[in-house]
């Protein structure tokens, strides 16, 4: 990336205060940035940095008004985050691969291979797989028997889709990312042990899927484990057998969801939530970090906390009393105390 602050106002629809032949090669953090770097303010915790700042071009909203003079070339836009995001995705998001087949890598030969796919060395491509055209496979990649990877695919170092999965256009599955292993199901036996039960079904991830490392998506045990289209999942999620998490939702790191569990569309899930099998979650829930959702949430569009969880406001009014417990306890003792004193009086 090596442009001028004009062009990149022409490209984002901007305003220039500065310099417009202000060269860039790269992005650079607010607070790190130095000469030759495109940095952005769009949340004013960072405001003291934008006068401090060596960057060469920082880019601000357009109703941003400085409080002391900044030495960087602004470009005023109307989203600054959805900026930078296209600039990063337009100059910074090309994925750096080999190209063709190599030589070490294994293809049965009844898999059918698409145009322009690139395979790194010691992948193992079993019998019956199906890769659509363009999809990169870095290396130590396994797909197994029968799996149907779709076309402008990424998978990442250390992926493993099991037989029968399903992966749709346009998904990127980050390093060490685990599709059909077998569901959690074992059947209690009258001596105390567990019996398996065979886990018979696949995975299916719909277009625009994104998996974080180290994240597993089990098979169902009759049907399909389903991502819909545009589902996000952080790093060390974990989505057990038959689950369905709806179209457009996303789901930050250490979350897991138990069995069956049916989560709605545009759902915003925090870290470290769990959600108990069995339960349905309506459209646009939003859930916040580390909490425990064990029933079904019905409200479109609500907020939650805690654990097991509540509606949000009434976790924070909650949450305002039982913080005070320790300071109420201690007057509860002493009121006590008072009340044991007159009583010995009165007597």
């Given at each position: 990336m090596q442009v001028t602050a004009a062009q990149l106002s022409q490209i984002l629809k901007g305003e220039i205060i500065g310099n417009p032949e202000t060269m860039v090669q790269r992005p650079g953090k607010i607070e790190e940035a130095g000469p030759g770097e495109i940095t952005f303010l769009a949340n004013p915790k960072y405001e003291s940095f934008a006068y401090t700042t060596n960057a060469s071009v920082i880019l601000v909203s357009k109703e941003f008004t400085p409080k002391q003079p900044i030495k960087a070339t602004m470009i005023r836009v109307d989203d600054v985050y959805a900026s930078i995001t296209y600039l990063l995705n337009e100059f910074g998001g090309k994925v750096e691969h080999m190209e063709g087949v190599s030589t070490s890598a294994y293809i049965h030969e009844s898999a059918k291979i698409g145009e322009g796919v690139s395979m790194g060395h010691f992948s193992v491509i079993e019998d019956q797989v199906e890769i659509g055209e363009n999809t990169v496979v870095f290396p130590q990649v396994f797909i197994g028997k029968n799996a149907k990877i779709g076309k402008n695919c990424i998978l990442y170092p250390g992926v493993k889709i099991h037989h029968d999965c399903v992966i749709g256009d346009h998904c990127i599955l980050h390093a060490n990312v685990v599709i059909g292993s077998d569901g959690f199901g074992f059947a209690?036996?009258?001596?105390?042990?567990?019996?398996?039960?065979?886990?018979?079904?696949?995975?299916?991830?719909?277009?625009?899927?994104?998996?974080?490392?180290?994240?597993?998506?089990?098979?169902?045990?009759?049907?399909?484990?389903?991502?819909?289209?545009?589902?996000?999942?952080?790093?060390?999620?974990?989505?057990?057998?038959?689950?369905?998490?709806?179209?457009?939702?996303?789901?930050?790191?250490?979350?897991?969801?138990?069995?069956?569990?049916?989560?709605?569309?545009?759902?915003?899930?925090?870290?470290?939530?769990?959600?108990?099998?069995?339960?349905?979650?309506?459209?646009?829930?939003?859930?916040?970090?580390?909490?425990?959702?064990?029933?079904?949430?019905?409200?479109?569009?609500?907020?939650?906390?805690?654990?097991?969880?509540?509606?949000?406001?009434?976790?924070?009014?909650?949450?305002?009393?039982?913080?005070?417990?320790?300071?109420?306890m201690k007057r509860l003792h002493e009121m006590e105390k008072k009340l044991k004193e007159l009583d010995q009086k009165e007597k």
């Open positions: 209690p036996q009258e001596d105390g042990t567990y019996k398996k039960i065979s886990q018979t079904g696949n995975v299916i991830l719909e277009k625009h899927v994104e998996i974080g490392a180290n994240s597993s998506v089990d098979r169902a045990t009759m049907g399909s484990t389903i991502l819909r289209e545009g589902v996000k999942l952080d790093n060390l999620v974990m989505i057990a057998h038959n689950v369905e998490i709806g179209k457009n939702t996303v789901i930050a790191a250490q979350a897991g969801f138990a069995g069956s569990s049916k989560i709605g569309e545009g759902c915003m899930i925090g870290g470290q939530a769990g959600f108990v099998g069995h339960i349905k979650i309506a459209n646009g829930v939003k859930v916040q970090a580390q909490s425990g959702i064990n029933k079904n949430i019905n409200e479109e569009n609500s907020a939650w906390y805690g654990s097991p969880a509540l509606p949000y406001k009434d976790y924070l009014r909650s949450y305002a009393s039982f913080r005070k417990l320790p300071d109420l």
